[in-house]
C-alpha cells in the first residue's frame, strides 16, 4: 500500500467525526431531550476519557512492570513517563480551568466599564474573538480540541502501523477510529443543541476539522516519526481537557432531572463500549 493511500485511510478515519455534526443544526429541541442530549455527550467522552488513559497508562506500566521485576527496567524511564502522563493531564485540566476563570473575569471588568459612570460606548467595550462567544459555543471548541489532540495520537498510531509494515493493523485502527470518531462528532455538538443555539455549517465545519484533521495531520508524521513519550503527552493533554469538559456537562445536568442525567450517561457510555467491541470483533 502506498503512501498515498495510508493517508487518504488517516484522512477518512478523521472525517467520519463529520457525521455527527448535523445534530448540532437541530431546530429547538424540547427541554428534555436537550437535557439527554448533553449528558449522552458526557457519556460518550468519559467512554473517551477511560479508553485515552488507558493507552497512555499502557506506556507507563510496562517499565515500572519490568522493574519490579527486575527484568532491565530504568528508574529513570520510569520517572520521565510518570512526568510526562501525570503533568500532560495536568496542564490539559487546570489551563482550561484557569482561562475560564480568566474569561469570566474579563467579562465581568468589560461589563463594569459599561455600566459604571463615565461608560464606554458598546463598540469600545465589546468582547472579541472566543470571549465573545456563548458558553455552548465556547464548551464545544474545547470537546474539539480535546478531541483532536486524542485523534492527533490515534494519527500516530495509523502511520507508525504502515510503517512498520503491518497495513492489516493500520486498517484495522482506521476502522476503529472511524467508529469512535463518528460518535465524538455528536459529542462535539450536543451542547449546541442542548442551548438552542443552531450554528452556521462554517462552523461546524471549522470545529470538525479541529477534531477530525488531526488523525490525517497524525498518519503523515507517524509515517516517519514514531515517538512513545510523543504519543504520551498528546493522549495525557486531550484526557485533561476532556476531563474538563465532562465535569461542565455534568454541572449542567445535575441542575436539571438527574434521572435524565443517568440515562443519557448510560447511553453514552453504552455507545462507546460497543464501537469497541465491534472492533475487537473485527481483530482489533
Do not use: C
Amino acid at each position: 500500500m502506498s503512501d498515498g493511500e495510508i493517508l487518504l485511510l488517516g484522512f477518512i478515519a478523521g472525517a467520519t467525526i463529520l457525521l455527527g455534526l448535523p445534530v448540532g443544526r437541530m431546530r429547538r429541541p424540547a427541554p428534555e431531550l436537550r437535557q439527554l442530549l448533553n449528558a449522552a455527550a458526557a457519556g460518550v467522552l468519559l467512554f473517551l476519557l477511560w479508553d485515552v488513559l488507558a493507552h497512555a497508562f499502557e506506556a507507563l506500566e510496562e517499565p515500572v512492570e519490568e522493574l519490579g521485576e527486575g527484568h532491565g527496567g530504568e528508574l529513570g524511564e520510569v520517572l520521565g513517563y510518570g512526568v510526562l502522563f501525570f503533568g500532560g493531564l495536568t496542564v490539559g485540566l487546570m489551563s482550561l480551568i484557569y482561562y475560564e476563570a480568566w474569561m469570566k473575569r474579563r467579562i465581568a471588568a468589560t461589563q463594569n466599564l459599561s455600566d459604571g459612570p463615565g461608560a464606554m460606548s458598546a463598540k469600545e467595550t465589546s468582547l472579541s474573538g472566543l470571549a465573545s462567544w456563548s458558553s455552548a459555543r465556547q464548551l464545544a471548541l474545547f470537546i474539539a480540541v480535546g478531541i483532536g489532540l486524542h485523534n492527533l495520537a490515534e494519527g500516530l498510531a495509523i502511520g507508525g502501523a504502515a510503517a512498520d509494515g503491518n497495513i492489516d493493523l493500520a486498517i484495522v485502527l482506521v476502522i476503529g477510529f472511524g467508529l469512535h470518531n463518528a460518535t465524538e462528532g455528536f459529542g462535539i455538538t450536543a451542547p449546541l443543541a442542548a442551548d438552542g443555539d443552531r450554528p452556521s455549517w462554517p462552523f461546524l465545519l471549522g470545529l470538525g476539522a479541529i477534531a477530525g484533521g488531526p488523525t490525517f495531520l497524525g498518519t503523515l508524521i507517524g509515517q516517519s516519526f514514531s515517538s512513545e513519550p510523543v504519543s504520551i503527552v498528546f493522549l495525557t493533554l486531550a484526557a485533561g481537557s476532556i476531563l474538563y469538559v465532562v465535569i461542565q456537562l455534568i454541572g449542567i445536568g445535575i441542575k436539571h432531572r438527574r434521572e435524565l442525567l443517568g440515562w443519557g450517561i448510560l447511553l453514552g457510555l453504552t455507545a462507546g463500549f460497543i464501537t469497541d467491541l465491534v472492533i475487537d470483533a473485527a481483530g482489533g
